[in-house]
């Protein structure tokens, strides 16, 4: 064998031997440094919200803090705004997303979506008083929504996602008059004025039910929605690693379990 191809051969063979050989960009910085910085939204409960402690809790931040040790580092958990994280491009500022995004087209032309963990209701909700008996009864009223997310472009007809993450949505809802707000408790605090309704996940407006707010949920759902890890293109390797850590999660009831507790019900089977 010449002394060079012998010589990479055996630091291939090094490397493999070390466990990180060709693991990707993304993944190898975090099995280096020991750290998997996560992006996350500080006021999404019951998915991801801060405490009374000032400490990030919740069904997405456990979610992250279980792949974290399945993959022996430690989380540190970041809040960009939700446009920069659909943007693509993350450098190294983070590493991967568990804040429950939707796997529509036009976000998976900028970031993979390795795995599914969880779906989860799309509904509506009004005020407690309200008259409006269920979503058809919704046509023309207005109706608020968090800016950018799933639910808005559900109001305007747009929103899509492969059948392989689960049901295609039905369109039932004439000419809504849409207002967006930075985030869901915003849209909740203009519930009854100026909003008819607004439009969320079951999850956080149970969630909302139980501290008080007087609003109604409306049957039946809107569509199911199917809620995903995200990366930022680049690494299959890590895409690969993080789907197989899911499916870990799922045969073993990990994911049930933080489902049961954070979310009421177990949402993460395929439906």
């Keep these: ?18 466990g990180t050989a060709l693991a990707g960009p993304v993944l190898d910085r975090i099995v280096a440094s020991g750290i998997m910085t996560m992006a996350s939204d500080p006021d999404f409960p019951p998915q991801s919200f801060l405490n009374d402690d000032q400490e990030m809790v919740g069904f ?48 998976m032309q900028a970031l993979d979506f390795p795995a599914v963990y969880y779906w989860a209701p799309a509904v509506f909700a009004v005020p407690a008083g309200s008259p409006i008996e269920d979503p058809h009864s919704l046509a023309g009223k207005i109706i608020g929504v968090c800016e950018g997310c799933t639910y808005q472009a559900y109001l305007e007809g747009k929103v899509a996602f492969d059948p392989a993450f689960g049901p295609r949505p039905a369109y039932r809802l004439a000419q809504p008059d849409i207002r967006t707000f930075p985030g ?22 149970e969630r909302a039910v139980r501290e008080g707010h007087a609003l109604r949920i409306l049957s039946p759902p809107a569509f199911l929605e199917p809620l995903a890890i995200a990366i930022d293109k680049g690494d299959p390797l890590f895409a690969a ?31």
């Design 60 to 107: 997405d931040v456990s979610v992250g803090r279980e792949l974290a040790r399945r993959l022996g580092v430690e989380l540190k958990i970041v809040t960009p705004s939700r446009k920069a994280l659909t943007a693509g491009n993350w450098g190294d500022d983070w590493d991967v997303s568990v804040g429950s995004m939707t796997p529509t087209p036009e976000r």
């Design 184 to 205: 869901d408790r915003q849209a909740l605090a203009a519930l009854g004025n100026p909003l008819d309704a607004v439009m969320g996940t079951l999850p956080a407006l």
């Design 1 to 18: 064998m010449r002394p060079l191809l012998r010589a990479a051969v055996a630091a291939l063979a090094t490397c493999l031997s070390a």
């Design 241 to 271: 690693r993080l789907a197989d850590l899911v499916r870990g999660m799922r045969r073993d009831g990990t994911l049930a379990q933080l489902s049961q507790q954070w979310l009421g019900a177990d949402l993460t089977q395929h439906p």
